[in-house]
Structure formats: structure tokens, C-alpha cells
């Protein structure tokens, strides 16, 4: 169920640059990357508007309905994006796509109501080894099957609906995998959300002192605990996680959203000059490195360290990363100016690029994991009650999806800029990865600003008795 959204998301990114292109609405290729983060700010805005809504319907209804309703609208959105042939008509399906982008945090929920303290670290860790896995599928899917009739001419050269719908093919796989996840939830998932039971009025009545206390206290603790007030919830912890959350997610978001457009741009402008098969397949391949560093690695440092630690060494290993990233523009520009060498030299030079690509991806991939994989188990680990359960995580979701309105119009707006310009570094096409860097720089620092106290489910920690003071008089 949770693989339908990772894949649907990710799966427009390799061929989105070409799609924009072929929308004939950029002036020149410099300027694609805005109307690429007018189309993710699309996505995040209607996100944003909805994602507490279905947070809290969540936690009245219970899960199951909602993410029934949250994979339909996928299945849907999926198939309306590969049929779009104009930049308003795509504005307009991606925004239909953020209304039913609610299923992470209700999925959250769920998860933390099935686990318990032996193996929650575990159970959490599934969310971000869905999403990266759906990345990879998703990303594969849309670089090698865009433009079928073009790529596999002997199998979709006389397809007229894919030649005039060029996109259309990965965007039905993509659909199926939501009916997928449609079906297996409508038949086999299980609510998680125990709803309170009301005793019956004869019963109440009817109770004596010679009615069994262990009953009557059995029964009192069948019902969940009762939901918390906003403002209780917001507390000065809270308050500071989720904003170390928000500003890691926009340093992420920035860099994530970008790279599709700075891989597909020319080397010349500080790109990368891929086609969309290549893009697909550096976002693929690091969705082998996921299944490990999430199952194996991740639980047992979660078990030694604790949370807070593993977020800390996340955030470390994101630095690197950022500001290693554009200086590969070098090593393409290189084989690209280079044409007239040797095929075994060009060939060398290719190896070398794509081993450095490979090992850049992978502490993007560990750093991904670590970092939001213990953000969710803190923001979890702060929920007084299970009942406050969909709030909190509909709250970082919210924080999240704002940021993500953003994070695109920056990211493209300075990259545009940056390579329209011959400014030296950073200001160059190195700028938003170097201004990633900084921020996530400064979430570090503040990370250790948050307590210990995250380490542990807060909803199964015992609760402090009231103590009534004695006088003396």
C-alpha cells in the first residue's frame, strides 16, 4: 500500500525535463528548471492544504478508509499525468496529486499502533526503505519506459498512443502498482485504530459493589486514551523538533527536486548532460544500497545509540554530498569537449564519472535514511497517547508538505539564475547545493539542542501521578 506514492512521485522525475520541453513553454533550456518547481510547488500546495485534514480524519474513522481513499486517487492522478499535453493541464493533475498525498502520515500512525517498543525502531524503518525502494522502482520505470515508441521501436514504433502520448507508459505502471496496493488493502489490511466503546447504559446502572473490579477496570482500559488539545500537544520540544525537521526537509527537497534538471542539463551550464534512461538508472541503483543500510544498519545503531544519534549522523553525511555534487559537471564537461579522443579513453573517463555518481548517491541514500528514518521515530516518540498519534505525524507532514511549497521555487528559480550568470563560485551552478549545505550545516548544530528523551515511545512511558501537598497548619 505504501509503495504506490514513492513510485507515482518519483517516476515523472527522469523524463520531467524533456516533458517540460516538449510543453514548449521555457524561452530557452536554462529556463525549464522554474517550470519544474512550478509543477513540485503545485504538488506541495494542495499537499499542504490537505494533509492535516486527513490526519485527523484518520484518527475519528480510522486508518483503513483513509488510505483506501488516498490509493484511489493515486490510481487516477497516475494515469490523468501521462495524458497531459499542456503545462496548465500537468499544473492541474499534479495539484489533484498533492489532495491525495496523505497516506505517509496515516501510514506512520499505523505503523507505530502495530509495534511496540521491541521492535518499533524496525516496524518505522519500513516507511523510508518503502519510499526509497518505491523511488528506485519509480525512477527506473520512468528514464527506461518514456518515449516507448523512440527507445523500444520494435515492440511501440506502431503504437499510435504512445508515439502522441510519449509519457503515458510509466505513468500506467505506475497506476498499476496503486491498484496493487488498492486491492491488498481493501482485502487484507486490518484497522489499527482502536475506537472507543461506550459501556452500555443498563450496564452502567447495573454495576454494585459486588460487580468484579478486574472487570470493570479491564473494561475502563480498553478504551484508548482520550486526544489531547492542540496547544497541550505544541509543546517547546515539539515546537523545536519539527522546526529542525522542516529545515532539513528544504535542504533535501531543494537538492532532491533539482537533481533530475541539473542531471539532463548541458555540462556547459554546470549539468550533468544525461538522458532520461541514465537519470533513471543513477536514481535506481542506489535502491540496492537502501534494503541494507535500512534492515541492518539502522535498527542495530537505533538499538546501541539511540535516535537523536543516528539523526545526528545522518545530517553529517549529507554535507559531503552536497557540496561534492556539482563539481562532477567538470568530469562531463570533460568527456564532452573530448570527443575527438580514443573510444577506450572516453570509455575510462565515463567509468570514472559514474563510479564517482554511484559513490555521491550512496551518502545521499544513507544520509536519507538515517535522517528522516529517525525524525519519524522522534516525532512518534513524542506522541503523549496513541490517540495523538495521527496528529503528530499529520502535523510533520504538514511542516513537511510547507516546506516542499517552497523548497522548488527556490531551488529552480537560483538555479536558473545561477547559470544564466558567469559568477564565480559559489554563485555559480554550485549555489543551491552550497546553500543545502549550510542549512543543513545549522539543523546539526540545533540538533543538539533536543534531549535524550526522544529516545523513548512517550504514549507507553508510565504517567506521572498528580501528588497532593500536605500542609502543616
Given at each position: 500500500?505504501?509503495?504506490?506514492?514513492?513510485?507515482?512521485?518519483?517516476?515523472?522525475?527522469?523524463?520531467?525535463?524533456?516533458?517540460?520541453?516538449?510543453?514548449?513553454?521555457?524561452?530557452?533550456?536554462?529556463?525549464?528548471?522554474?517550470?519544474?518547481?512550478?509543477?513540485?510547488?503545485?504538488?506541495?500546495?494542495?499537499?499542504?492544504?490537505?494533509?492535516?485534514?486527513?490526519?485527523?480524519?484518520?484518527?475519528?474513522?480510522?486508518?483503513?478508509?483513509?488510505?483506501?481513499?488516498?490509493?484511489?486517487?493515486?490510481?487516477?492522478v497516475s494515469i490523468l499525468f501521462g495524458v497531459c499535453k499542456t503545462f496548465p493541464m500537468a499544473i492541474l493533475v499534479r495539484m489533484a496529486a498533492g489532495v491525495f498525498a496523505g497516506n505517509a502520515?496515516?501510514?506512520?500512525?499505523?505503523?507505530?499502533?502495530?509495534?511496540?517498543?521491541?521492535?518499533?525502531?524496525?516496524?518505522?524503518?519500513?516507511?523510508?526503505?518503502?519510499?526509497?525502494?518505491?523511488?528506485?522502482?519509480?525512477?527506473?520505470?520512468?528514464?527506461?519506459?518514456?518515449?516507448?515508441?523512440?527507445?523500444?521501436?520494435?515492440?511501440?514504433?506502431?503504437?499510435?498512443?504512445?508515439?502522441?502520448?510519449?509519457?503515458?507508459?510509466?505513468?500506467?505502471?505506475?497506476?498499476?502498482?496503486?491498484?496493487?496496493?488498492?486491492?491488498?488493502?481493501?482485502?487484507?489490511?486490518?484497522?489499527?485504530?482502536?475506537?472507543?466503546?461506550?459501556?452500555?447504559?443498563?450496564?452502567?446502572?447495573?454495576?454494585?459493589?459486588a460487580t468484579p473490579l478486574l472487570a470493570q477496570s479491564a473494561a475502563t482500559s480498553a478504551a484508548p486514551a482520550k486526544q489531547n488539545s492542540i496547544k497541550s500537544l505544541l509543546t517547546p520540544l515539539?515546537?523545536?523538533?519539527?522546526?529542525?525537521?522542516?529545515?532539513?526537509?528544504?535542504?533535501?527537497?531543494?537538492?532532491?527536486?533539482?537533481?533530475?534538471?541539473?542531471?539532463?542539463?548541458?555540462?556547459?551550464?554546470?549539468?550533468?548532460?544525461?538522458?532520461?534512461?541514465?537519470?533513471?538508472?543513477?536514481?535506481?541503483?542506489?535502491?540496492?544500497?537502501?534494503?541494507?543500510?535500512?534492515?541492518?544498519?539502522?535498527?542495530?545503531?537505533?538499538?546501541?545509540?539511540?535516535?537523536?544519534?543516528?539523526?545526528?549522523?545522518?545530517?553529517?553525511?549529507?554535507?559531503?554530498?552536497?557540496?561534492?555534487?556539482?563539481?562532477?559537471?567538470?568530469?562531463?564537461?570533460?568527456?564532452?569537449?573530448?570527443?575527438?579522443?580514443?573510444?577506450?579513453?572516453?570509455?575510462?573517463?565515463?567509468?570514472?564519472?559514474?563510479?564517482?555518481?554511484?559513490?555521491?548517491?550512496?551518502?545521499?541514500?544513507?544520509?536519507?535514511?538515517?535522517?528522516?528514518?529517525?525524525?519519524?521515530?522522534?516525532?512518534?516518540?513524542?506522541?503523549?497517547?496513541?490517540?495523538?498519534?495521527?496528529?503528530?505525524?499529520?502535523?510533520?507532514?504538514?511542516?513537511?508538505?510547507?516546506?516542499?511549497?517552497?523548497?522548488?521555487?527556490?531551488?529552480?528559480?537560483?538555479?536558473?539564475?545561477?547559470?544564466?550568470?558567469?559568477?564565480?563560485?559559489?554563485?555559480?551552478?554550485?549555489?543551491?547545493?552550497?546553500?543545502?549545505?549550510?542549512?543543513?550545516?545549522?539543523?546539526?548544530?540545533?540538533?543538539?539542542?533536543?534531549?535524550?528523551?526522544?529516545?523513548?515511545?512517550?504514549?507507553?512511558?508510565?504517567?506521572?501521578?498528580?501528588?497532593?501537598?500536605?500542609?502543616?497548619?
Amino acid at each position: 500500500m505504501r509503495l504506490a506514492e514513492p513510485v507515482n512521485f518519483t517516476l515523472i522525475l527522469p523524463f520531467l525535463y524533456k516533458m517540460i520541453e516538449d510543453f514548449d513553454v521555457a524561452e530557452t533550456p536554462k529556463d525549464i528548471s522554474y517550470y519544474a518547481s512550478m509543477l513540485f510547488m503545485s504538488f506541495s500546495i494542495s499537499q499542504t492544504l490537505t494533509v492535516m485534514y486527513w490526519g485527523r480524519l484518520s484518527d475519528r474513522i480510522g486508518r483503513r478508509p483513509v488510505l483506501i481513499a488516498g490509493l484511489i486517487g493515486t490510481l487516477a492522478v497516475s494515469i490523468l499525468f501521462g495524458v497531459c499535453k499542456t503545462f496548465p493541464m500537468a499544473i492541474l493533475v499534479r495539484m489533484a496529486a498533492g489532495v491525495f498525498a496523505g497516506n505517509a502520515a496515516v501510514m506512520k500512525s499505523a505503523m507505530a499502533e502495530i509495534a511496540d517498543d521491541t521492535n518499533r525502531s524496525r516496524m518505522m524503518a519500513l516507511l523510508p526503505l518503502t519510499w526509497n525502494f518505491g523511488s528506485m522502482v519509480g525512477s527506473g520505470m520512468g528514464g527506461i519506459f518514456s518515449n516507448p515508441a523512440t527507445q523500444f521501436p520494435g515492440l511501440f514504433g506502431n503504437s499510435k498512443l504512445f508515439t502522441y502520448f510519449p509519457y503515458l507508459l510509466p505513468c500506467l505502471m505506475g497506476s498499476t502498482i496503486a491498484a496493487f496496493g488498492l486491492i491488498t488493502g481493501l482485502l487484507n489490511f486490518k484497522e489499527t485504530l482502536i475506537k472507543p466503546t461506550q459501556p452500555a447504559l443498563e450496564e452502567t446502572v447495573g454495576s454494585t459493589e459486588a460487580t468484579p473490579l478486574l472487570a470493570q477496570s479491564a473494561a475502563t482500559s480498553a478504551a484508548p486514551a482520550k486526544q489531547n488539545s492542540i496547544k497541550s500537544l505544541l509543546t517547546p520540544l515539539v515546537v523545536r523538533v519539527m522546526v529542525t525537521n522542516a529545515f532539513m526537509c528544504l535542504a533535501y527537497t531543494m537538492c532532491d527536486q533539482l537533481y533530475p534538471i541539473f542531471a539532463a542539463t548541458d555540462p556547459r551550464d554546470g549539468g550533468l548532460g544525461l538522458d532520461p534512461r541514465s537519470i533513471g538508472l543513477s536514481l535506481g541503483v542506489e535502491g540496492i544500497v537502501v534494503v541494507y543500510i535500512q534492515l541492518v544498519v539502522y535498527p542495530r545503531l537505533e538499538r546501541k545509540f539511540g535516535v537523536l544519534y543516528c539523526y545526528r549522523r545522518g545530517l553529517s553525511f549529507a554535507i559531503p554530498y552536497l557540496v561534492s555534487m556539482p563539481f562532477l559537471s567538470m568530469i562531463a564537461l570533460h568527456l564532452q569537449t573530448q570527443a575527438g579522443t580514443s573510444a577506450m579513453s572516453m570509455l575510462a573517463e565515463k567509468v570514472v564519472m559514474w563510479v564517482i555518481l554511484m559513490t555521491i548517491m550512496t551518502m545521499r541514500i544513507t544520509s536519507s535514511v538515517m535522517a528522516f528514518t529517525s525524525i519519524n521515530l522522534m516525532i512518534t516518540n513524542m506522541a503523549p497517547t496513541r490517540a495523538d498519534l495521527g496528529f503528530m505525524n499529520g502535523t510533520q507532514q504538514l511542516a513537511m508538505s510547507t516546506v516542499r511549497i517552497f523548497a522548488p521555487i527556490v531551488s529552480g528559480s537560483l538555479w536558473s539564475w545561477s547559470i544564466k550568470h558567469s559568477f564565480p563560485f559559489p554563485f555559480n551552478s554550485h549555489l543551491v547545493w552550497m546553500l543545502s549545505a549550510v542549512l543543513i550545516a545549522i539543523v546539526l548544530k540545533l540538533s543538539y539542542r533536543i534531549p535524550e528523551s526522544v529516545n523513548k515511545f512517550a504514549a507507553d512511558q508510565p504517567k506521572p501521578i498528580a501528588s497532593v501537598e500536605e500542609s502543616d497548619d
